[in-house]
């Protein structure tokens, strides 16, 4: 299985395909640019008076930004061509993730596939095939994903 949940699912395990590595860093690496601008400004706007609302929503940030930085180290560790990926995260971050990413997979074919039609001599044709690849295994783990949520253990 693709998308295993634990708990409520409050916890995500995901298997990844060799495929699907390019397109979830690429996802980690926006939403840390997203989640430390959002903090910059929530830093930015602090008043002393909602001090402990704001204290609260910034941990939680930083909290978050620790979390994508340890998936992205176990994405960046080498393991065998062969065997799927695996990272673990709480059901909360890496939703968004794999719905994001999954977007991004395929918004990437479509790309792919309209440059192809345009015969501009790229992608090639093996591009394109990563990029059909892509798009497939990240749509299997979107439907992982939904089953994890739906069917999830209490």
């Not at 979390?67 to 176990?74: F, K, V």
């Amino acid at each position: 299985m693709k998308v295993v949940g634990t708990g409520a699912p409050r916890m995500l395990t995901v298997r990844l395909k060799s495929c699907e590595i390019n397109v979830l860093r690429d996802e980690l690496h926006h939403r840390r640019a997203v989640i430390t601008e959002a903090v910059a400004a929530a830093e930015a706007k602090s008043t002393p008076r909602r001090a402990d609302d704001r204290d609260a929503e910034i941990q939680h940030r930083h909290d978050e930004l620790a979390l994508i930085s340890r998936l992205l180290d176990q994405l960046h560790t080498w393991s065998p061509q062969e065997q799927p990926r695996e990272i673990v995260g709480p059901t909360w971050l890496l939703g968004p993730v794999i719905r994001g990413a999954a977007g991004e997979a395929v918004e990437r074919l479509l790309t792919a596939v309209g440059e192809f039609c345009e015969d501009r001599g790229t992608p090639t044709p093996e591009q394109l095939r990563a990029a059909v690849d892509s798009a497939g295994a990240w749509t299997a783990t979107l439907i992982g994903l939904d089953f994890a949520e739906n069917h999830g253990v209490d």
